[in-house]
Nanobody
Framework: QVQLVESGGGLVQPGGSLRLSCAAS????????MNWYRQAPGKERELVAS????????NYADSAKGRFTISRDNAKNTVYLQMNSLKPEDTAVYYC?????????WGQGTQVTVSS
């Protein structure tokens, strides 16, 4: 049974930090590219950051560059998103996504709210 379980969301003040985690099970984690998406109310889901399976190459949306860092621990089947210098516009539900040439899986999402 494939599972992606996100954690680490919450309420944070502008300028603060959060670290999201996504624990994977039920598939060969190391063979999948891992992505973090987010969806704000009334907006489309957007890709925030990605990390490849083989070499761990990373890519970021312009809005995340310089503030967010994606990483993975294949031994723990976990992907992380370190978010610093958070802004109110980062408020969204953040989703973990696993993608290969043949399959794609989604987590249930974790709410991140940036507000004073």
């Amino acid at each position: 049974q494939v599972q992606l379980v996100e954690s680490g969301g919450g309420l944070v003040q502008p300028g603060g930090s959060l670290r999201l985690s996504c624990a994977a099970s039920g598939f060969t984690f190391s063979r999948f590219a891992m992505n973090w998406y987010r969806q704000a109310p009334g907006k489309e889901r957007e890709l925030v950051a990605s990390i490849t399976s083989a070499y761990g190459r990373t890519n970021y949306a312009d809005s995340a560059k310089g503030r967010f860092t994606i990483s993975r621990d294949n031994a723990k089947n976990t992907v992380y998103l370190q978010m610093n210098s958070l802004k109110p516009e980062d408020t969204a539900v953040y989703y973990c996504n696993a993608r290969s040439d043949f399959n794609a899986y989604w987590g249930q999402g974790t709410q991140v709210t940036v507000s004073s």
